[in-house]
Nanobody, 125 residues
Framework: QVQLVESGGGLAQAGGSLVLSCAASGATFSRYTVGWFRQAPGTERNFVAVIGRSGQNTYHTDSVKGRFTISRDITKNTVYLRMTDLKSEDTAVYYC??????????????????WGQGTQVTVTV
């Protein structure tokens, strides 16, 4: 069992920055691939970024490439999503999720075993 807790959300101005954290407990977090997803009001939850177990392999969806960076600190059992140059369309609830399997389509929600409760990010213009 893995428990995930997101933090760091809040209100930001367009062009500003936020850093989201996903803290894990209950298991060896380094055994899991971790993804970030987001859900805007009235829309489906969408993939944002993923990081492999070692932290060396990452992938970001096109809409956030160059603006968001996923990273992890294995010693702290935490995965981060650094968000810069925020836009109004980044407004959403952000979720982190952990997957214990290898070699799959990380953009799919159903490959993840554990989810956090989400943290709200609101970008104002």
């Amino acid at each position: 069992q893995v428990q995930l807790v997101e933090s760091g959300g809040g209100l930001a101005q367009a062009g500003g920055s936020l850093v989201l954290s996903c803290a894990a407990s209950g298991a060896t977090f380094s055994r899991y691939t971790v993804g970030w997803f987001r859900q805007a009001p009235g829309t489906e939850r969408n993939f944002v970024a993923v990081i492999g177990r070692s932290g060396q392999n990452t992938y970001h969806t096109d809409s956030v490439k160059g603006r968001f960076t996923i990273s992890r600190d294995i010693t702290k059992n935490t995965v981060y999503l650094r968000m810069t140059d925020l836009k109004s369309e980044d407004t959403a609830v952000y979720y982190c999720a952990a997957a214990g399997v290898d070699g799959t389509d990380w953009r799919r929600e159903d490959v993840y075993d554990y989810w956090g409760q989400g943290t709200q990010v609101t970008v104002t213009v």
